[in-house]
C-alpha cells in the first residue's frame, strides 16, 4: 500500500464513519478467518463461514477501494 493511501485510509478511518465500520468489519472477518485457519479440523459449517468470511472480505476491501478513490478524486479537484 502507497503511503499516500495509507494515509487516505488514515484520514477516512477517523472522518467518516461508514468507512471505519467497513475497517472494523474487514479486520473482523480477518481475525475471524485467522481462527479458523489454525484448526486442525474445521467442519462443513465452519467451511461454509470461512467462504462466506472470504467473499466478504473482498466486498468490504472493494468498498474501501472505491470510497479511497472517491476521496483522491475529489481532493485532486479541490
Known amino acids: 500500500?502507497?503511503?499516500q493511501i495509507a494515509d487516505i485510509q488514515r484520514i477516512l478511518s477517523t472522518e467518516d464513519d461508514e468507512?471505519?465500520?467497513m475497517l472494523d468489519e474487514h479486520h473482523a472477518c480477518e481475525s475471524r478467518l485467522g481462527e479458523l485457519?489454525?484448526?486442525n479440523e474445521v467442519s462443513i459449517d465452519e467451511?461454509?463461514?470461512?467462504k462466506t468470511l472470504k467473499k466478504r472480505k473482498l466486498q468490504l476491501k472493494?468498498?474501501?477501494a472505491a470510497r479511497i478513490r472517491s476521496y483522491e478524486t475529489?481532493?485532486?479537484m479541490a
Open 37 to 39: 485457519t489454525t484448526k
Open 19 to 21: 468507512f471505519r465500520k
Open 62 to 64: 472493494d468498498q474501501m
Open 1 to 3: 500500500m502507497s503511503n
Open 74 to 76: 475529489s481532493n485532486a
Open 47 to 50: 467451511e461454509l463461514e470461512e
